[in-house]
């Protein structure tokens, strides 16, 4: 039986393969594929397996005292520990092994046992942790250390974690059937852990010299600490399985490699052992999962990143919407329902609350000058953050409704009018943002040192001008991508993967920044003309303002034309022709 | 109240409607059916200006879609196969949203008629996400019939409803027909055209092979008057020429029936 199924998983591996090199026919992957291809090579392969010949050194390169190594195998234990501890805390479901619609279709009403479906799972999920561990093993190769030790390290380490996870799973369901409540079990598992704790700490008090005020501020004191806490007494006996499982991977050659690997595939069969021969019911719980695995892809698949993994609420409308009026506010109020998925009144509310709260505080650090210094900086970073990924962030627009553009083309609207619609929403929501990042540096400025209070004002005034239209045209150019480049874009149906992918990815965003270079231009030049002439004859405080709005007006000029030209794409844009490309 | 002329669609080479021209009038309702890869899906795409005809001109309402398309669009309803919701807007939020684009001032009277008509008025407030794919069909067809079109086209409007479903779905389309409209029906249901259709337009490769009325096609088709179906027209009329190919594919033999 089992020959059937990895019969199926060889063909489902193969033809998704075979699939992914034909299109490679088509220009648009096989530019792709070279520009991706070019970009993994350069910032991960070569410094994999081909060693450093040729002059060509890797960026880092640690080489670590076997003190260090002991602590770093301590961390990575620890980690492994609190990700163990968290398995078993966090779940509360039923153990549920996801098969996919069609492997619940075909698999489960066949005559194929429980154990057999087990196998096929965790060959499944080899796929995962080989492809995970190649990943893991191109950044990890970046510090230093043998490629093909860190690639079977990582891989030890995912699969045994992987089949932990399953065995807490079978477990957790079988203590649900013998009455145990998901709560109980926490209480349980939390009280272990805080014994195992207690313990530690009463043991490392007592034995180990604590550290004095001086030491909290060296690393090196508190590294220390750290490790004779770990590697002396109870701790070191509480962490051994997990250090046993992270060894391999820290083993600085092959002799430690293999010294390091029986025990840990020891722990990896004793732990397939037990997932193998827990005899627990998973098939309820599996078609329940497949089920929302299919509504999780077809989410994705329809361009909803952003719902695809939570189930949708219904949400009160930001605004009341008339039956009469401009048709564009109906895509607004649309949209911001959407954006009110992620973006909730109730966040408004707290995100005021947090704005006027970190006003408060610091008008009571006002004093110290470094404070401010910093928050301002951090507020002048949040906004230059909020410029690079607000847009990529806030996809309410097209990108979102692409896969609905049939029903939007029915619509008695204008091009343009459905363009303006669609990109008003996460204009207003990103421009909120930035005002009140706007409004907590304007607080900010009367403790800033010196005396420059009115110029910092006339720059936050002229950015509360400037930005929402910025965002505007920040908008617009992935909107305008979307419909010029369909699949190019992370949106609408079977959105490719792959380094293709990638590769078309690095290309949209080259492509985007050079046409808003272009863009920004004119108004730069509209700006410092402006400051340039009014400087002279006003100062600063006046000029900065005032260029600003000189640029906001070019750039307003081009957002316009901007969604003349988006609705133009939108109605040439052909459905169909786009999905039979 | 449609009238298509020589409407051709290609894609690249391949030529998914060809020459096609017929009329609809108020009042009467057009079955449009053909084999799969026919072109009824683009036809209709075409007809509400979905996706622009290569060649050809659509007139609805005397309005062309291309030249005239808010004229034209602001007097048809499309309802496809699969019902086409926004899926974080409400029952009641999709209506709303349907009378601003399309300006219907009383829409809170008219919708909440028709979704009682409907009875999915319990629903009022439920996401697309929580309803079955028939109450998705039917706030499809609610949210369509919102602002009265003077023009409908549907595609497989039967497609998973119920045969309470199936039965108010066919009294609705004849109702609006009474009432005025112009319909287009696509569906491989033949009993369905046969039942509720005044007109049949048979579609093969993307060629009109016969339009009429069902006495007129059964004519064109019948060896005998009286002697023949929907059923049967459809395979005369769709069957290669010189394949020898049976009128109607023959029964499974016995044992296997269904």
Redesign the interface.
């Given at each position: 039986m089992i020959s059937a199924l990895l019969y199926l998983q060889y063909h489902v591996f193969r033809n998704r393969l075979v699939s992914r090199v034909k299109r490679l026919k088509q220009p648009k992957y096989l530019i792709g594929a070279i520009v991706g291809g070019l970009y993994f090579y350069w910032y991960f392969f070569r410094y994999l397996f081909g060693g450093y010949a040729g002059g060509r050194q890797p960026p880092v390169n640690f080489t670590f005292s076997p003190e260090h190594l002991q602590l770093i195998e301590l961390f990575g234990a620890l980690v492994l520990f609190v990700i163990v501890v968290l398995a078993w805390i966090i779940p509360r479901e039923r153990a549920a092994l996801t098969f996919t619609e069609a492997e619940v279709a075909f698999l489960f009403p066949a005559p194929v046992t429980r154990r057999n479906l087990i196998h096929f799972k965790l060959l499944r999920s080899q796929l995962g942790i080989l492809f995970t561990s190649l990943l893991l093993t191109l950044f990890s190769r970046r510090i230093g250390g043998n490629a093909l030790i860190h690639a079977l390290g990582w891989w030890l380490m995912l699969s045994t974690l992987n089949l932990h996870f399953l065995g807490a799973s079978f477990a957790r369901t079988m203590l649900l059937d013998r009455g145990i409540s998901n709560r109980l079990r926490r209480l349980l598992v939390l009280g272990l852990v805080a014994a195992m704790a207690v313990f530690v700490w009463i043991w490392a008090k007592r034995t180990v010299p604590g550290l004095s005020s001086a030491d909290t501020t060296d690393f090196n004191a508190i590294l220390d600490y750290a490790q004779r806490v770990l590697t002396v007494g109870p701790a070191l006996y509480l962490l051994y399985p997990f250090r046993l499982v992270v060894r391999p991977f820290l083993a600085p050659d092959a002799t430690a490699f293999f010294a390091a690997l029986a025990p840990a595939l020891l722990l990896f069969l004793l732990h397939y052992l037990w997932v193998i021969y827990a005899d627990v019911a998973f098939e309820e719980a599996s078609v329940e999962a497949s089920q929302k695995l299919a509504?999780r892809l077809a989410?994705i698949r329809?361009g909803?990143w952003q719902?695809a993994g939570k189930?949708?609420?219904?949400?009160r409308?930001w605004f009341r919407?008339?039956?009469?009026?401009p048709?564009p506010?109906?895509l607004l109020?649309?949209n911001l329902?959407?954006v009110?998925?992620v973006f909730s009144p109730r966040l408004w509310i707290i995100l005021f609350t947090v704005v006027v709260i970190l006003g408060i505080s610091l008008g009571n650090i006002g004093h110290r000058p470094n404070v401010s210094v910093m928050a301002a900086i951090l507020i002048a970073a949040a906004l230059g953050y909020s410029l690079l990924l607000g847009p990529q962030l806030l996809r309410q627009d097209f990108r979102h409704d692409l896969p609905?553009a049939?029903?939007l083309?029915?619509?008695?609207?204008?091009g343009w009018q459905i363009a303006l619609g669609e990109i008003l929403a996460p204009v207003a929501v990103l421009a909120a943002i930035q005002w009140l990042l706007l409004l907590v540096g304007a607080g900010l400025i009367f403790y800033l040192p010196g005396k420059y209070e009115a110029l910092f004002l006339a720059i936050a005034l002229g950015a509360a001008v400037l930005l929402p239209v910025l965002d505007w045209l920040l908008l617009l150019i992935p909107n305008a991508a979307v419909l010029l480049f369909p699949s190019w874009i992370q949106t609408g149906k079977d959105s490719p993967r792959g380094i293709e992918a990638t590769g078309q990815r690095l290309i949209m965003a080259l492509g985007q920044l050079l046409v808003l270079l272009l863009a920004l231009l004119p108004a730069a030049v509209a700006f410092v003309g402006v400051f340039f002439l009014l400087n002279l004859a006003l100062g600063p405080v006046a000029a900065v303002p005032l260029a600003s709005l000189a640029a906001t007006v070019v750039l307003a000029a081009e957002a316009g034309l901007g969604v003349m030209l988006l609705g133009m794409l939108f109605e040439?844009f052909?459905?169909?022709?786009e999905h039979?490309s | 109240m449609i009238q298509v002329e020589g409407l051709t669609k290609l894609?690249g080479e391949f030529v998914a409607v060809n020459e096609l021209s017929f009329s609809v009038q108020p009042g009467e309702v057009m079955g449009l059916v053909g084999p799969n890869g026919a072109g009824k899906t683009?036809t209709l795409?075409c007809l509400?200006?979905?996706?622009?005809p290569t060649r050809g001109a659509v007139r609805v309402g005397g309005h062309d879609i291309v030249r005239d398309?808010?004229?034209?669009?602001?007097q048809?309803a499309?309802f496809?196969d699969e019902p086409?919701l926004?899926?974080?807007?409400?029952v009641w939020?999709h209506l709303?949203?349907v009378?601003?684009?399309?300006?219907?001032?009383?829409?809170e009277r008219i919708g909440a008629g028709l979704l009682e008509e409907l009875e999915i008025a319990n629903k009022r407030?439920?996401?697309p996400?929580e309803l079955s794919r028939g109450m998705k069909q039917k706030l499809a067809i609610a949210c369509g019939l919102l602002h009265s079109p003077k023009v409908i086209y549907f595609d497989e409007p039967l497609t998973g409803l119920d045969p309470l479903g199936i039965r108010r779905m066919k009294d609705s389309i004849l109702k609006r027909a009474r009432a005025g409209a112009a319909i287009i029906i696509s569906s491989h249901l033949l009993h369905l055209v046969e039942e509720i259709c005044s007109r049949i337009l048979i579609l093969k490769n993307g060629r009109k092979v016969i339009d009429g009325t069902l006495e007129e096609v059964t004519r064109k088709f019948s060896e005998q008057p009286g002697d023949t179906n929907l059923e049967e027209i459809f395979f005369r009329a769709t069957s290669e020429p010189g394949t020898n190919a049976p009128a109607v594919p023959p029964p499974l033999p016995h044992g296997n029936e269904r």
């Open positions: 509504v989410a329809a909803n719902g189930k949708q609420k219904a949400k409308p919407l008339t039956a009469t009026g048709a506010t109906a109020w649309k329902l959407g009110g998925q609905l049939d029903v083309k029915t619509l008695p609207l204008r040439r052909d459905v169909t022709e039979t | 894609y683009t795409r509400s200006g979905i996706i622009p398309p808010i004229a034209a669009k602001k048809l499309f496809t086409r926004f899926d974080y807007l409400t939020q709303n949203f009378a601003r684009i399309y300006q219907v001032p009383d829409y407030d439920a996401l996400g």
